[in-house]
């Protein structure tokens, strides 16, 4: 039945016709196969949603002799965070929006000639053996790009104007009212003071598209939206994730298990600890287990940002020791399922952030930067950094003026979105710093003979604090957030800076080794 659905929806969308030649003349390299996909889909919570069946074209098999365009922007998350934290200070009104059968409104471009052969378990009652294309279908490399474009000529037709920033929010104006539109493929988040406003979007996507609404945006791309309206705030979770992934990899979540209470142990690999490689199946797993856990942290849990971010770059070829590690993150997470990512300002939409840097911490003598931005001085980290530096600092100050020219692009970036959304920041961006040396460095105008080799590049944490874009303000190195992206901690100080990182001031009770 849903196969049926799907097959007459393609027709009444006209995505293909018989083919204009002779089915002997078509050639090969354009000849393409289809396929059946079957699979249940999920809420984000985990629960069960509905099946699915989707016919699709096999684009593995697509010759690229059009060279066509790939690439389809999709919405930053960073920008979907800072978002939702205006909304929640605001107390705006979301709703979020899905179209249905999205790829299947996209036209192909004039000179595009694509055939595709009927699918096994279907007959010449349901669809020709061969059809020419006349639309995109899913399973085309192209089929992202080109709605893209389609959806943002649909939001431009009614007056909204993309942002510099990020081409996927778009900004309406429209009597008086402001909304912001959040577009990610084919999911839609739409917030505004005004309900008004909002139907009024969701009344023109309807004319252009058959769409799905859900009112009150309790989910959206991924997160768990809990909000309460009268505190003013939002929580992001991405609690049904995590239950995929903790059954994915088969992690204990037994009432009497004992989780660690740290992501990475406060110790590293000795050079008297053997190493152990992995075969090649335990390698693709580890690096499975990497990335969904990466995917996590950048999304909702910055506190296993560091964790993850190192074992990411042992990838290529992970050792026993390694495998280990990832495993204490997955039980890190297990134990701690339920904390999210809380968006909430008592003093108004104004940015923050906080810089920190470990030298030399690294194999080849490297450091590591870490930083994090903030909505209001309360609030989650809506932006994380932490990577390892490209160059080689020579001294611990040095090491955190390098970091600081990583955090000022960020900010920079981050007021002129603010900007854009109609939220200037007339004052500098509080830039919270633990190494004296590093402010007085950077209030200093000139190079001393110990920093007269730093790179002209990294000048640009002066100029934005000459331009008052910044200023530098002394923190204690125990209440430094980005501390927790540059080493392991013990638990003490980082459970204390987790609650900074989180934006969670009252933590879950687990047992910890």
């Given amino acids: 039945m849903l196969l049926l659905v799907k097959i007459k929806n393609m027709y009444d969308n006209t995505v293909w016709k018989k083919p204009s030649c002779d089915m002997k ?77 999205a790829f299947l409104y996209s036209n192909l471009k004039e000179g595009e000639v694509i055939y595709m052969r009927r699918p096994a378990g279907l007959t010449d009652d349901d669809m020709p053996e061969i059809v020419q294309l006349t639309k995109c279908i899913y399973g085309m490399p192209e089929a992202s790009a080109y709605f893209h474009e389609h959806s943002d000529a649909a939001l431009k037709s009614f007056g909204c ?37 909002i139907d009024y979007i969701k009344m023109k996507l309807s004319a252009i598209y058959t769409i799905t609404v859900n009112i009150d945006m309790s989910y959206y791309l991924g997160f768990h939206i809990i909000r309460d309206r009268v505190q003013r705030y939002i929580i992001l979770s991405q609690r049904g994730y995590i239950d995929t992934v903790l059954d994915r990899f088969d992690v204990s979540r037994h009432a009497n298990s004992i989780y660690p209470s740290t992501p990475m142990e406060y110790i590293k690999m000795s050079k008297t600890t053997p190493i152990v490689l992995l075969n090649s199946s335990q390698i693709v797993d580890y690096q ?11 999304m909702s849990r910055p506190d296993i940002l560091y964790a993850v971010s190192n074992l990411s770059r042992q990838c290529k070829s992970p050792t026993q020791f390694d ?39 690294h194999d080849d003598s490297k450091s590591h930067t870490g930083c994090t931005l903030h909505i209001g001085r309360t609030s989650g980290s809506i932006i994380t950094v932490s990577k390892k530096q490209s160059v080689t600092a020579d001294s611990s100050t040095i090491a955190e003026f390098v970091a600081t020219h990583v955090v000022c692009k960020e900010i920079m970036w981050a007021r002129c979105f603010l900007f854009s959304l109609g939220f200037p920041q007339p004052e500098p961006t509080i830039l919270y710093e ?16 110990r920093t007269k080799h730093i790179e002209v590049r990294y000048n640009l944490v002066r100029e934005q604090y000459n331009k008052k874009v910044i200023t530098m303000v002394h923190c ?9 992206l540059t080493k392991s901690l013990s638990p003490a100080p980082f459970v204390h800076l987790r609650r900074n990182i989180l934006g969670m001031l009252v933590m879950l009770k687990h047992n910890v080794d």
């Avoid at 499975?288 to 950048?298: E, K, N, Q, T, W």
């Fill in 161 to 197: 104007i993309p942002t510099p920033e990020d081409d996927c929010v778009y900004i309406l104006d429209y009597k008086g009212e402001r909304a912001y539109i959040s577009k990610h493929v084919d999911d839609f988040g739409l917030m505004s003071k005004s309900q008004q406003l």
């Fill in 476 to 484: 204690p190195t125990a209440d430094m957030t980005s501390d927790m």
């Fill in 25 to 101: 003349d078509i050639p090969k390299h354009l000849l393409l196969p289809s396929q059946l996909i079957y699979e249940k889909q999920y809420n984000p919570d985990g629960s069960f949603k509905k099946y699915k069946c989707r016919l699709v074209i096999r684009g593995d098999k697509w010759h690229d002799i059009y060279n066509m365009n790939k690439y389809a922007s999709t919405v930053k998350s960073e920008s979907v965070r800072m978002l939702l934290s205006i909304a929640a200070i605001e107390d705006m009104e979301m709703e979020s929006v899905d179209v249905k059968s």
């Fill in 288 to 298: 499975s287990r990497v990335g969904s856990l990466l995917y996590l942290a950048i």
């Fill in 323 to 361: 495998l280990n590690a990832i495993n204490r993150v997955l039980l890190y997470v297990a134990g701690t399922y339920e904390l999210g990512l809380k968006l909430y300002s008592n003093d108004g939409v104004r940015l923050y952030a906080t810089v920190d840097a470990s030298y030399a911490c």
């Fill in 434 to 449: 633990d190494n004296m040396s590093t402010i007085s460095m950077i209030h200093n105008k000139s190079n001393g003979k």
